[in-house]
């Protein structure tokens, strides 16, 4: 099975600041049809996981453009332009490329 | 809209048996992947298996496989997760998700949580 890493774990941030998390497979997530399937959502504290950002870099219906994602092959990486309250909680890289499908171990974003 | 609306929470025994359900309105409940999702408490997320209404076509997690059980009655719409003899470790907020094409998962049932306790 591929295994998901992320970092960091935990990234206490300042409101108005950046944040980044990367995440790492460990085989290459290109598909054979030549797609990236990688997905980033987030989970809000009490809440079920949201979609954020599909194939890599896609922002999904609603979601706000100060979050974008990169990468490819085996790195990737979410990005926060400009950390909001609302942002506070633990975010998931996924893979669907192979079965299983597989998660991160997640990143918790808090504010300092 | 999409909606996936899962069952309500459950208390059981260890050895018991549990079926949840998962029910889907608003899109075509056989063109879709149902996807199911184990949080247990204080942790991550677990990828636990998915299925294909349409034909009944079942993936599992190896870490799963053997452990429990999806199914789905397309009649209505309705996708389940179900154990022959539940454990304390069972113990968990169960999700289920709707998989669109070869790609993400983009709509989420609120959850179930299911407590195993003697």
């Known amino acids: 099975d591929i295994v998901m890493t992320q970092t960091p774990l935990s990234s206490p941030v300042t409101l108005g600041q950046p944040a980044s998390i990367s995440c790492r497979s460990s085989?290459?997530?290109?598909?054979?049809?030549?797609?990236?399937?990688l997905s980033w959502l987030q989970q809000r504290p009490g809440q079920p996981p949201r979609l954020l950002i599909y194939?890599?870099?896609n922002r999904f219906s609603g979601v706000p453009d100060r979050f974008s994602g990169s990468g490819a092959g085996t790195d990737f990486t979410l990005k926060i332009s400009r950390v909001e309250a609302e942002d506070v909680g633990v975010y998931y890289c996924?893979?669907?490329?192979?079965?299983?499908?597989?998660f991160g171990p997640g990143t918790k974003v808090d504010i300092k | 809209e999409v909606q996936l609306v899962q069952s309500g929470a459950e208390v059981k025994k260890p050895g018991e048996s549990l079926k949840i359900s998962c029910k889907g309105s608003?899109?075509?409940?056989?063109?879709?992947?149902i996807g199911w999702v184990r949080q247990m408490p204080g942790k991550g997320l677990e990828w636990m298996g998915i299925?294909?209404?349409?034909?009944?076509?079942?993936r599992y997690s190896p870490s799963f496989q053997g452990q429990v059980t999806i199914s789905a009655d397309k009649s209505i719409s309705t996708a389940y997760l179900q154990w022959s003899s539940l454990k304390a470790s069972d113990t968990a907020m169960y999700y289920c998700?709707?998989?669109?094409?070869?790609?993400?998962?983009?709509?989420w049932g609120q959850g179930t949580l299911v407590t195993v306790s003697s």
């Open positions: 998700a709707r998989r669109v094409r070869k790609d993400y998962y983009d709509s």
């Open positions: 608003g899109y075509s409940f056989t063109s879709y992947w």
């Open positions: 299925i294909y209404p349409g034909d009944s076509d079942t």
């Open positions: 085989q290459s997530l290109v598909h054979s049809d030549g797609n990236t399937y």
């Open positions: 194939k890599i870099s």
């Open positions: 996924m893979q669907a490329t192979q079965f299983p499908h597989i």
